[in-house]
């Protein structure tokens, strides 16, 4: 692991996630600069202290010089955006598979430079766009797939949070500081932290990929640098037209991420925080609430494969990203190269960093429309 010393939040998220199934050990790590924490850290750990690297590019050169059977196969990058890509590239030229947080650079240019790693290596690239774990995420995506609602029409994605309703980057939060700070999360705020999540569930969700869309961004606490607010009206290349909202300022609010999708003939509803149900609806019927778990009716093989226990036993966030892992895992052991089955890799990178761009692009014109950035 590169980054998620003691105080981070997401590398203990990450290091939960990957031990769910036992698919992973935790042999080495470049957990922070500060040589006191990274020591603290590995020791908490049971890492010894010669495999508690003092930077990232130590590790790398390091472990590339352990026999095959001792030396580190995936590494999970959880730093802040800025170190992403130079981190994964080395990674990758060096061998090792990346599972790599998100967004995964902070520029589409920067994301790019990695096509031609993944085309020349044996590796793969997995990105923690965790809500794609969920199994009623793709139980959503099958019945879309399969035609159940008809032509998709209408697609609602929204994502609001709370925590930066104050300045708290001017506290010593220090999560709120990097995310705040351009020099480290790139040119957006709440659109790469947590607005991209709401793009990939609508493209995951809907099988559609967003060709225009007409942005409205703001910031709304005094003195931040970088947007905490937007929202957007969306076109799919199939026809279908859309709403995205991401904001980060919504008072009271925790972790809001839901989508509703309308086709010809029905629709359905998904909500993060009540994960396990998926409403679906019908234009000739009442409405059905499909649930999660093992041996639960109605469900397909995707979303049975990625529930672990009976139906009335609720999972979560960390089952949802361990899901992620697990498939990951299942890659490296059959030889995929590239992008791993399951899970979310390289072109949802590219993405996520193209709507970033065309989220700022559209925002500072004075055009309707704004045409998405090429991710290819």
């Known amino acids: 692991m590169i980054g998620g010393g003691q105080g981070a939040f997401i590398g203990a ?7 769910l199934d036992g698919h992973y050990e935790l042999v080495c790590g470049a957990f922070s600069r500060n040589p006191e924490n990274n020591l603290e850290t590995a020791e908490s750990l049971s890492i010894s202290a010669d495999r508690a690297y003092h930077s990232w590019q130590a590790l790398i050169e390091q472990e590339s010089k352990l026999p095959e059977e001792q030396r580190v ?27 790599c ?12 430079t990695l096509k031609s790693v993944l085309q020349e ?5 997995g990105l923690a766009h965790t809500y794609i774990g969920y199994p009623m995420v793709w139980q959503a995506r099958h019945m879309v797939a399969n035609g159940e609602l008809g032509k998709i029409r209408k697609v609602f994605v929204e994502y609001p949070q709370g925590w930066l309703s104050e300045g708290i980057e001017l506290q010593d939060n220090k999560q709120a500081g990097w995310r705040t700070d351009p020099s480290k999360s790139g ?11 709401a793009l990939n569930m609508a493209e995951f969700v809907s099988g559609d990929k967003v060709t225009k869309l007409c942005a409205d961004m703001h910031i709304h606490v005094e003195g931040r640098r970088l947007d905490d607010d937007g929202a957007a ?20 609010e925790e972790n809001g991420l839901k989508i509703r999708v309308y086709g010809e003939k029905g629709g359905l509803e998904w909500m993060q925080m009540n994960p396990n149900s998926l ?3 019908s234009l000739s019927g009442p409405m059905v609430t499909l649930r999660a778990g093992g041996g639960m ?8 494969e990625r529930c672990r226990i009976p139906g009335g036993h609720p999972e979560g966030y960390l089952e949802a990203m361990g899901n992620l892992y697990t498939f990951f895992a299942k890659a490296v052991r059959s030889g995929q190269t590239g992008k791993a089955e399951g899970v979310p890799g390289l072109e949802d990178g590219l993405r996520g960093n193209a709507f970033i761009e065309t989220m700022l692009a559209s925002t500072a014109s004075d055009a309707k429309w704004t045409d998405f950035f090429d991710a290819e």
Do not use: W, Y
């Open 187 to 197: 040119g957006s705020g709440c659109m790469g932290d947590i607005g991209t999540h």
């Open 279 to 281: 409403l679906v609806r």
């Open 233 to 252: 009206l969306l076109r799919f290349e199939n026809g279908a037209s859309g709403v995205l909202m991401a904001s980060q300022v919504c008072a009271g």
């Open 297 to 304: 009716p109605g469900l397909c093989d995707e979303a049975n």
């Open 13 to 19: 998220v990450h290091r939960h996630a990957a031990g």
């Open 121 to 125: 290596k044996p590796v793969l690239l």
């Open 73 to 99: 196969q995936v590494l999970a990058v959880v730093t802040p955006n800025h170190l992403h890509v130079e981190v994964t590239k080395a990674a990758l030229e060096a061998g090792i598979h990346v599972f």
């Open 101 to 112: 947080e998100k967004p995964l650079a902070i520029s589409l240019g920067e994301a790019k």
